[in-house]
């Protein structure tokens, strides 16, 4: 199973960005979140979505980001708007690889992608 992100970038406060993350394999069936490591922190839960549409977000995104997923291409995107700088770091996706509910705990996840850096600059 192969994740592989696109997006990030360098965007102003207040500005919108988003990510997207491929998946190869039978995982893409699964749960798919995007977690976020910002320098010196522990990586956090940010946003997962079942197969069905059913999503859940940390609190501290909700109503400025939105996870979607493209069953037939196999695509999870990260729709991120209202940024801030407390918003930088580095966003991974993940991939559960059993059929579990959404998680928000990082070891229910198998697979993840290389990470992509999201700077907000104030």
């Known amino acids: 199973v192969q994740l592989q992100p696109s997006g990030g970038g360098v965007v102003q406060a207040g500005g919108s960005l988003s990510l997207s993350c491929t998946a190869s394999g039978d995982a893409f069936n699964n749960v798919l979140g995007w977690f976020r490591q910002a320098p010196g922190k522990d990586r956090d839960f940010v946003a997962a979505i079942a197969r069905s549409g059913a999503s859940a977000y940390a609190h501290f995104v909700t109503g400025r980001f939105t996870i979607s997923r493209d069953n037939a291409k196999n695509t999870v995107s990260l729709q991120m708007q209202k940024l801030k700088p407390e918003d930088t770091a580095v966003y991974y996706c993940?991939?559960?690889?059993?059929?579990?509910?959404?998680?928000?705990?990082?070891?229910?996840?198998?697979?993840w992608g290389q990470g992509t850096l999201v700077t907000v600059s104030s």
């Open positions: 993940a991939a559960r690889s059993d059929n579990g509910a959404i998680s928000s705990a990082q070891y229910a996840y198998d697979y």
